[in-house]
C-alpha cells in the first residue's frame, strides 16, 4: 500500500502540468514531467535496478532516493486507535547513507541519463503493538501504519561519479586508504570500505597499491 510520505513526495515532484502514475510499456512511472520520468523510490534502489535500466536506453529518469534525516514515531494503541506517545526517534540519517544503497546500484549510476537526487527529510511514523510477532526483536514489536512527510530539509542531486567523489574528506592524502576516510568523515571502518567500494565500482576512484592490508586509492 502506498504510504502518505510517497504520495507526498510524488505531489512535490509534479510541477505544472506533471502527470502522475502513468503507464510506459510494461512500466508505470510515479511523475513524467516534460521529457524527465521521475521515480521516487523510499525502498531499496536494487528493487529498481532493472527498472531503470530498461528506461535509461530511450529516457532522462531521475531517481529521488530520499533519506530519513529525523523521525518523529507516533504510537497508537491500536490500528485507527488513538495516540499513546510521541517521541523523536535517535535515529539521524544523512547524505553518506546513500552508500548503503549504491551498493546494489553502481551498474546503474552513473549514467548520462540519469539525475540520482537525495532529499533529506523530517517524517512522521505512525506505528501500532505488533502483537508479540517478534519477541526476538523487541525494538521492531510493532507495525508500520503509515509515514508522512513533514520537511524537507534539504536536497543532494548527482550527476557523475565525480559528484559522489565530493562527498570525500577534502584534506585526504594522497593516495589514501579506508581508515582515512572512516577519520575523516567520522564513520565506522567497516561502513567507509563500503564508501570506496561505491566510489571505485562507480569510477570515482581507483586502486593503485597496498600499505600492509589495506588497499591504497586514488580519485580520478
Known sequence: ??????????????????????????????????NELIEIQHGSLAAIRRK?????????VRVVKPIVAKKRLVKRKGKG????????SPKRGTVLDLFHELVYFSTVFPHPNLILEVPLVFIEEWRYPGHGKRRWRRDRDHQVEDQKLLEVQNTHEFHTAADLAALLPRDLPQPFHTQHVAEG??????FARRVAYCLRETGAIHQVGKQGNSLLYERN
Open 52 to 60: 531503470i535500466k530498461a528506461l535509461l536506453e530511450e529516457h532522462r
Open 1 to 34: 500500500m502506498e504510504t502518505s510520505l510517497h504520495r507526498q513526495l510524488k505531489d512535490t515532484y509534479a510541477s505544472d502540468g506533471a502527470e502522475l502514475e502513468v503507464k510506459l510499456g510494461r512500466y508505470r512511472i510515479d511523475v513524467v514531467c516534460g
Open 81 to 88: 486507535r488513538k495516540v499513546v506517545d510521541q517521541r523523536l
Open 185 to 190: 568523515l567520522k564513520i565506522d571502518r567497516w
